[in-house]
């Protein structure tokens, strides 16, 4: 298993969140590759890290810098993609690690043919589940998995636009190329949405609508424009639950 984590101009946070969370949770250090937009990007996070990481130069925009990826990546690769500020992972199964859970996961996906895992995505264990979903869901990309497959080459008609919805539009393309995702509703992920640094630089609600509208009209049986109570506009999944199965 690799572990991929896309990061711009977060080299401090990074280093004292995600990696440090991943560290505590037993990962090596040979298995993680830091993804930055720019050669100047880099020098900054080998400053930083101390040259502890691998660390690759690939494109701006999270939307290219996902598509650029999974092509670094072979085929059937299981690779666990991370936020860059991710405190810890929560969960509801205090006697297990989040390594173990990883790992059950990606045999999750190939006992039920799919190939894209998540877990429940708003900050509050309370609202978690001890179960799996298996279908029609949204995959929040802070903290996901999946068997890399090379059949994605493109979002529409400007890549980046679609980072500001990125994971909604991987959830849909995910869904209509295998049928279904799995996700696991008794961990979430402790962070902080709409941070500054990183894709917040980009993110506007106008962007946000233009966006949502076009994702709606690409996938218009599997989803819906909404604007949420915090005055984002957004997409909504339609729900579709094909299968409740333990891990």
């Not at 190939?110 to 264990?125: C, E, F, M, R």
């Not at 994971?167 to 049928?179: A, N, Q, T």
């Not at 962007?207 to 996938?219: A, H, N, Q, R, Y």
Request: charge should be neutral; hydrophobic fraction near 35%; proline fraction near 2%.
């Amino acid at each position: 298993m690799q572990i991929a984590i896309p990061s711009y101009k977060r080299s401090v946070t990074l280093k004292k969140k995600t990696l440090s969370f991943l560290d505590s949770e037993g990962f090596d250090k040979e298995q993680i590759t830091i993804f930055v937009a720019n050669e100047e990007e880099k020098e900054d996070y080998e400053q930083v890290l101390r040259l502890d990481y691998k660390i690759v130069v690939g494109v701006k925009g999270i939307a290219n810098q996902r598509l650029f990826i999974r092509n670094y990546y072979p085929e059937g690769t299981h690779i666990l993609s991370m936020d860059d500020d991710i405190r810890k992972i929560k969960m509801l199964r205090k006697n297990m690690s989040f390594k173990a859970l990883v790992e059950n996961l990606f045999d999750c996906l190939k006992d039920h043919k799919v190939t894209t895992w998540g877990i429940y995505p708003t900050n509050n264990l309370f609202f978690c589940k001890d179960r799996v979903l298996i279908g029609n869901l949204y995959i929040i990309a802070c903290c996901y998995g999946f068997i890399n497959r090379k059949d994605i080459v493109e979002y529409g008609e400007n890549n980046e636009d679609y980072s500001v919805k990125e994971d909604v539009w991987y959830s849909l393309k995910r869904i209509e190329l295998d049928g279904a995702v799995l996700r696991y509703e008794g961990a979430c992920p402790d962070t902080d949405y709409y941070a500054k640094g990183g894709l917040s630089e980009f993110r506007t609600l106008e962007k946000e609508e233009e966006i949502s509208k076009k994702i709606v009209g690409l996938f218009p049986s599997l989803c819906k424009y909404i604007v949420k109570k915090n005055g984002h506009p957004d997409v909504k999944i339609l729900r579709k639950i094909d299968k409740i199965v333990s891990l």
